[in-house]
Nanobody
Framework: QVQLVESGGGLVQPGGSLRLSCAAS????????IGWFRQAPGKEREGVSC????????YHANSVKGRFTISRDNAKNTVYLQMNSLKPEDTAVYYC????????????????????WGQGTQVTVSS
């Protein structure tokens, strides 16, 4: 069964850091791009970052550029999202999802271009 499991969320103060993990089970991430999305209450799902597996090329939305970094660990079949300088507006449920091939060229990222959504992990930034 193809499955991605997100973890690493939690409560953090403004300015703090978290590292989210997206672990694949039932399939290898070879030949897939992985996107991170987030959804805050009452808002649409927003594309945050994407990494293409073949060449490691990355994309980050303007709202997180310079603060978030997406990376991968081939041996662990896992993608990470390092989040620094967190702000209250980063509060959301964060999801990862796969896409065959490369990250899509369309900006912003469209969740319709990705599939196999997991349960997500809650990130709350509050003092």
């Amino acid at each position: 069964q193809v499955q991605l499991v997100e973890s690493g969320g939690g409560l953090v103060q403004p300015g703090g850091s978290l590292r989210l993990s997206c672990a694949a089970s039932g399939f290898t991430l070879d030949y897939y791009a992985i996107g991170w999305f987030r959804q805050a209450p009452g808002k649409e799902r927003e594309g945050v970052s994407c990494i293409s597996w073949s060449d490691g090329s990355t994309y980050h939305a303007n709202s997180v550029k310079g603060r978030f970094t997406i990376s991968r660990d081939n041996a662990k079949n896992t993608v990470y999202l390092q989040m620094n300088s967190l702000k209250p507006e980063d509060t959301a449920v964060y999801y990862c999802a796969p896409r065959a091939g490369h990250c899509p060229g369309k900006r912003p990222l469209d969740s319709a271009d990705f599939g196999s959504w997991g349960q997500g992990t809650q990130v709350t930034v509050s003092s």
